[in-house]
């Protein structure tokens, strides 16, 4: 393919782009300048790429940005990739500020989740994960327990998700209702784990 390129015949001849021999450096006049400025390039946010939500409450501020990207290169190591993200939290409190970045990919396309859904869907998947160890260890008292040798602990804490999952089931508004509850109908507690009941 050849590409030939010449003068126009709209082009003012006033100025030429190269300074010819003996004739020194000129400016090109002001109207021959372009007449549309360049296009602005598209920032992260207009192509759906980043994130950013900043929240206000109990004494605190946090700002989430998360910025995702199409371009990997770890296809053979997980089927199906289709996009990296990282999430940067900043989180400050009484003047104190702490930062926590966090990567993550993901099978969905661009197309079908944008920045803004991934940092909605991560939101929302920490928000049931803090509720489930708040349950652990408030109401389960999961720190609290000093069982440490052999598969103990990851016994005890299969029983525990078991628990809760069971509880999810029982006419209660909190998990601590549920134990109440429970505790006045145990005959329903033995309906839930499959125990026939006695005549």
Known sequence: MRITCWWPRTTNRG???ASRPGSGSRTPPEGSRRLLPPEPVPTPEQLGRQATTV???HGRI???TLRATPIVTAHDRWKGLKQGFRMTRTRTTNGATTVEV???ITSL???RADARALLDWVRSHWHIENQLHYVRDVTLREDACRVRKGAAPQVLAALRNAAIH?????PARSTPEALEWLQLHPEYAHKLIGIPQSE
């Open 102 to 104: 966090v990567h993550g």
């Open 109 to 111: 396309p661009p197309e």
């Open 62 to 64: 946090e700002k989430r």
């Open 55 to 57: 929240d206000k409450g």
């Open 15 to 17: 100025w030429w782009p």
């Open 166 to 170: 069971l509880l999810g089931n029982v």
